[in-house]
């Protein structure tokens, strides 16, 4: 049974732009939630979709979005990039919303400079 | 501020001994406490967890304890082994709100 897929692994984006990272859960799981992790901060919640629907949302600007499709694959999208957007951003995904259990992804680690 | 705390950034035992690893939360309303393992550049993996109607769960080597009255939650393994070496995070969540709310971690070194 495959894991938890992100990309991609690794990122370099310049300040002021935008970027979006892939999700796909493992199969069978509705689920996927997104994490940052930074040093300092360890890991922040940014949001939970299930069934294409956002259900739990973590305190991050409005920058931050993501989406959930049909195939509970999920994309995560940061616009007008900050340096303090440097992170490890780690997806999980789990089989329903009643599970916290959750499997993550080894993440991408997206550096803005 | 940190509803979920770590406060022993690293921590290191000799192979076979017990691994103590602690907890504090803040937010009374926490009934759902989970152990994850991280290795470098791999993402957490889930470890244990506990409901806050026990204050004893089990798994193996590794067992988690709850203190409600002091908000606090501790992991112990035992023996330890030197593939335990990672870094640990204690996660809690309240009422069924999957929004899980992390420590810091405590980097957990296993000496042969």
């Known amino acids: 049974k495959a894991g938890v897929t992100q990309t991609p692994r690794y990122l370099i984006k310049t300040r002021g732009q935008q970027v979006t990272l892939s999700c796909s859960p493992i199969?069978?799981?509705?689920?996927v939630s997104w994490y940052q992790q930074t040093p300092g901060q360890g890991l922040q919640f940014l949001f939970e979709?299930?069934?294409?629907?956002?259900?739990n949302k973590g305190n991050f600007p409005g920058r931050f979005s993501g989406r959930q499709f049909s195939n509970s694959r999920s994309e995560m999208n940061v616009s007008t990039l900050e340096l303090g957007d440097s992170a490890l951003y780690l997806c999980?995904?789990?089989?329903?919303?009643?599970?916290?259990?959750?499997?993550f992804g080894q993440g991408t680690r997206l550096t803005v400079v | 501020d940190q509803q979920v705390k770590q406060n022993s950034p690293s921590l290191s035992v000799q192979e076979g001994r017990i691994s103590i690893l602690n907890c504090d939360y803040t937010?009374?309303?926490?009934?759902?406490f989970l152990w994850y393992k991280k290795y470098p550049a791999e993402g957490p993996t889930f470890l244990i967890s506990?409901?806050?109607i026990k204050d004893k769960n089990e798994d193996g080597r590794f067992t988690v304890f709850l203190n409600k009255s002091a908000k606090h939650l501790s992991l112990h393994i035992v023996p330890s082994q030197p593939g335990d070496s990672a870094v640990y995070f204690c996660?809690?969540?309240?009422?069924?709100?999957?929004?899980?709310?992390w420590g810091l971690g405590t980097s957990l070194a296993v000496n042969p």
């Open positions: 999980a995904s789990s089989r329903g919303l009643q599970n916290t259990e959750a499997f």
């Open positions: 199969s069978g799981h509705r689920s």
């Open positions: 979709y299930f069934s294409e629907t956002q259900r």
């Open positions: 937010n009374s309303m926490f009934d759902y």
């Open positions: 506990i409901s806050s």
């Open positions: 996660a809690a969540s309240a009422n069924n709100n999957r929004k899980l709310i």
